[in-house]
Nanobody, 127 residues
Framework: EARLVESGGGLVQPGGSLRLSCAAS????????IGWFRQAPGKEREGIAS????????YYVDSLRGRFTISSDNAKNTVYLQMNSLKPEDTANYYC????????????????????RGQGTLVTVSS
């Protein structure tokens, strides 16, 4: 059974940094694209970044490029999201999702159309 488990969330002050992890199991890791998404209460899901694990190519939403960085450790079947210069508006539940089709992740297909997603990790940015 394919599974994604996120970790690394928590409370951080504005301007701080966090690194989130998305650990995958039960799937052929390097044949998938994994993306990070977030959803704040009362707001729509927002795509953040994705990585095509077949090629290593990364994709970002323009508004977060430069502050957030996606990377992977294929030996550990884990994708990371490094988040810097965090702002209160970054507060959200962050989760990862995987699919063998790049565009379904990159273009934000409906969640029920994606192969697997995690439950998320909560990030709170507050002083």
């Amino acid at each position: 059974e394919a599974r994604l488990v996120e970790s690394g969330g928590g409370l951080v002050q504005p301007g701080g940094s966090l690194r989130l992890s998305c650990a995958a199991s039960g799937l052929a890791f390097d044949k998938y694209t994994i993306g990070w998404f977030r959803q704040a209460p009362g707001k729509e899901r927002e795509g953040i970044a994705s990585i095509d694990l077949k090629t290593g190519r990364t994709y970002y939403v323009d508004s977060l490029r430069g502050r957030f960085t996606i990377s992977s450790d294929n030996a550990k079947n884990t994708v990371y999201l490094q988040m810097n210069s965090l702002k209160p508006e970054d507060t959200a539940n962050y989760y990862c999702a995987a699919d063998p089709e790049l565009d379904k992740i990159r273009l934000g297909a409906p969640l029920n159309a994606l192969y697997v997603r995690g439950q998320g990790t909560l990030v709170t940015v507050s002083s």
